[in-house]
């Protein structure tokens, strides 16, 4: 532990306030500085009890203090705040919007309209209690509305951990929470105590842990406690507790028992069969295996790439926004941490508006291990998830999964290639080395496979034939609908203009992908076009190779798939689970 940044442990924040702990005070400390970061103007404040709290605050940025005697002994040492200066009903908002599975909307909306009412009398109410309040008081409560109540309420109260746990890392090591039964804390060994107390301050016991890791709160009785924890005599986080009836206590418990078994499951099914020559760690294969029970059997988009760039902000990068956008619906970025990956009502979500998206990690207490993934306005998830923390580089993990994916990919194709025609299935073997070299996602290995026989095909090698089959696989290994449009897709000659009709089930009509490498370019362009439940039309003029399937913007689902070559004069067409006409 960093002695110096003991002196400080971070309390409460509410609207333009913050609330500390002084452990320093203790030791005949009696003045407390901070700036805003970047600013060398400070402002004093006498230390007159441990408890402080600093009002009129009114610009969010990080805020550094530190304590002292006396004016002249100052140091350098400096504690790190992130002043997140948001009105207390976007605070309500930014709770409640977040919350999944949703049973009863109605409570939901009734639990903001009594937070906005009391958070309007005392802003510096506690969101939690007053929830927790909520539920107690309710009268004739009904099952779907406890499910809605309780989830609210574990998120919450999460949200407030999540917080006190993020902003006092400096002064002890991560530990996590577990809601479950009694309550307990996953700690580093160093607690030396636990104080737990109701929420009117009310002394309930100590409990002394040094030297465990396991820390049982045996907390019983139903209520809202706040848990204080101790290293070395100083406090060093304040947390929150809420335990719940037996009724309620045996549905979180058989959650957790399912969630277990669920994990237990993962592990023999995923058991290491596509590992072969490719070392993971323990972690690492815990990874993957966690990874591949939430990710979509077909992804309908690339997973998310995150980068750290400061001061606790990451850039989320969506190389498929495009097509995002073309389907027209609502999209989020969902990110779960680690310890709520099998929990399905604990997300934050942000909305999709662009290729990039910068998002503050503070304004979510958001720090440790994280899951970012894609997923619909119908709560379904369409990319697989990326892991990141601002602590460790999983580079080279996500190397050893692409290379795991393309094993799985070119395993299953030269199966299916090897009983059409040997001579193609030796070609892509001896070619799969190349070709990964260049590539960063598995998702479109079987284009970036089109791509290089297009531009280093060898003359014992019919291109239009090897490239068939690589879509055939394509289609088959995909969720598709073999009777998507309601009628024939039409092949004018004259015109060279392929006409494709609407969709057979109409609803919100689909999105034609069109993949094209044209004369003298050297690689694959891909566009998108909507249909509005209307017909296509496409100049196919230009020279080149064309590749043409079609997404239902509900289901997901791929139409059949067009595969034209017009270059040199060739006519090639070819089409799977489609029919065309020429006229």
Known sequence: MNNFNANICFLEQNTNSLSLYINSYMQGHSILRYRIKDNDRYTFIPIESPLVTISNLDQENYYLFSTAKDLDSFNEDEYQIYFLFENINDTVDKILNNISFIKSYDILEDIRTFLYKELSINPKQQISYLIYKYFIEIKDIQPNEIDTIYNILMVVQKYDNNKNIFWNKNISENFSIDYHGSGALNTNGLISKIVIKDYFGNFIKTIYTEGHYYIDLSINKAGYYYIYVYENNNLINKLTFIQFNDNIKAKIWKNKINNNEYISLLNEQYNITYFENIILTEQEKQYFIEEMSKNPTYPLVIRPEINDIGNNNIIISIEDYDLLKTIGHT???????????????????????????????????????????????????????????????????????????????????????QNKNIVYKNFINSSIELILSNVTNHNYLWKSLIEFILLHGTPEINKNEIIELILEDFINNSIYDNSFYNEPIVYYRSTDTLVFPPSKKNNSGYTLVISTLKKSSNSIETEYIQSYNGAIDYSIKPKGQYIFYAIDNDTYKFSGITYINNINGEQCIFNYNLRMESI
Request: proline share 0%.
């Open 331 to 417: 999209f989020y970025i969902g990110i779960k941490e680690q310890d709520t990956l099998f929990i399905d009502y604990l997300d934050n979500y942000v909305d999709i508006n662009n290729k990039t998206i910068i998002f503050n990690c503070n304004k979510y207490f958001l720090n440790g291990e994280m899951l970012f993934f894609i997923e619909d306005y119908n709560g379904n998830i369409v990319s697989e998830l990326t892991r990141f923390s601002f602590d460790n580089d999983y580079n080279d993990y996500y190397n050893k999964v692409l290379k795991i994916k393309s094993n799985i990919y070119f395993k299953r194709l030269l199966s299916f290639v």
